[in-house]
């Protein structure tokens, strides 16, 4: 086997991050500047605690709800985009599961969802800077603030 130099190994090192990045720049989340960008369609999942914010507007969603909220302690920035749908009962703009504290959601504007926002149990919710029209409910649920 052939030994490689302090050269090769720094060339292929800087093409092995050149491919992870180039990999994660079209990839449908993004990892950058400390947050993961939601790029695509509808039914994207938050499953770890973090920063989150949309890079442009979802929809339009069918029977799909636009986000799934699986963790607590996530700030979520929809960074003034919209979550669209097409007033399906089944489906929610923002759909916070389960008994999740810590969960804060900025900058939507939410509308054709038959519940713009729905959340389960938990603690510590906030919503600013939100508008949130729906053909039921804006927000729904038990939490305590």
């Given at each position: 086997m052939e030994k490689r130099g302090p050269i090769q190994i720094i060339l292929l090192s800087l093409v092995f991050i050149t491919l992870v990045f180039i990999i994660f720049s079209y990839s449908r989340i993004n990892f950058l500047t400390g947050f993961a960008v939601f790029q695509g369609g509808c039914a994207n999942y938050i499953n770890s605690a973090g920063n989150w914010e949309l890079n442009n507007s979802l929809g339009l969603c069918g029977n799909s709800t636009g986000i799934y909220m699986n963790?607590?302690?996530?700030?979520?920035?929809?960074?003034?985009?919209?979550?669209?749908?097409?007033?399906?009962?089944?489906?929610?703009?923002?759909?916070?599961?389960?008994?999740?504290?810590?969960v804060s959601i900025d900058n939507c504007a939410i509308e054709g969802f038959n519940n713009a926002i729905f959340v389960g149990t938990g603690s510590n919710l906030k919503v600013k800077n939100t508008n949130a029209g729906a053909f039921g409910n804006c927000v729904v649920g038990n939490w305590t603030d």
């Open positions: 963790s607590s302690n996530v700030y979520f920035d929809c960074r003034n985009y919209k979550i669209v749908g097409n007033a399906s009962r089944n489906a929610y703009g923002i759909l916070v599961f389960g008994n999740l504290n810590n």
